[in-house]
């Protein structure tokens, strides 16, 4: 049951074409352009540190908006009100939506993974397991945020906010430009953020090939424990 329902979950997802635009080729269109192209001033090797960027832009994409979204309508046309009245107990509901979201996270990242490498990217292996926990802990987080906000506000509501959380975090939030880019006080504040948070955690594995800060990880995770909670009360599912 849960593997059945994951599947459906990844399958809509990769189906609907704005879902991909979002999650595959603006991230990918980022990689490459802002590889050859030197608008951001990056480290060099510019691609070592435009990957865990762009990682983070991906599961942030799918994890954050794509579920808030999806949620948001799901609850508009009544597909919660029926699934939940089906066998599917409500756990399973949930499992199923998160199992889905990592397939298309680990697609994602796949293919940007191979596009990085044909532009000279070589990950160390410690800095590849690190990725994967950072990735995981991340989609946790980005959706809890994202069923937060898809779950408790209208489905038009949802589709605007969280396509212009994601612009904000996208360009001041961390993700492309650096936080010590920004002024003193400002950077301070985006450090806060879960955004620059996962940023700087898949940077300082895969570009520094060290092991993530503990600041990082507990930004993390307290973002992803406090979305949770107030989800568990705000959740309707219609």
Not at 12 to 19: D, H, S, V, Y
Not at 218 to 230: E, Q
Request: hydrophobic fraction near 60%.
């Amino acid at each position: 049951m849960l593997f059945t329902h994951a599947r459906t979950e990844a399958a809509l997802t990769l189906r609907n074409g704005e879902q991909v635009l979002l999650t595959l080729l603006i991230p990918l269109a980022l990689l490459i352009g802002l590889d050859l192209v030197h608008v951001v001033k990056l480290p060099e090797p510019r691609v070592d540190n435009l990957v865990p960027r762009v990682f983070a832009l991906a599961v942030m994409s799918t994890a954050f908006t794509g579920q808030a979204i999806a949620l948001g309508f799901d609850r508009r046309y009544g597909v919660l009100k029926r699934l939940a009245a089906t066998a599917l107990p409500r756990w399973l509901l949930v499992a199923g939506r998160v199992v889905g979201c990592l397939a298309v996270v680990a697609i994602q990242l796949v293919v940007l993974g191979v596009v990085g490498a044909l532009l000279g990217w070589a990950p160390s292996a410690a800095g590849l397991v690190w990725t994967v926990v950072l990735v995981v802990l991340g989609t946790l987080t980005f959706g809890a945020l994202g069923v937060l906000l898809g779950g408790a506000l209208k489905a038009e509501v949802v589709l605007a906010l969280a396509n212009v959380v994601w612009l904000v975090l996208l360009l001041a939030g961390g993700v492309v430009l650096t936080t010590d880019t920004l002024p003193s006080g400002m950077a301070d504040v985006v450090r806060l953020l879960p955004s620059a948070a996962l940023t700087q955690a898949l940077t300082d594995v895969l570009a520094h090939h060290a092991a993530p800060a503990l600041s990082t990880v507990v930004t993390l995770v307290g973002w992803g424990a406090l979305a949770g909670l107030a989800a568990t009360r705000t959740t309707r599912l219609t």
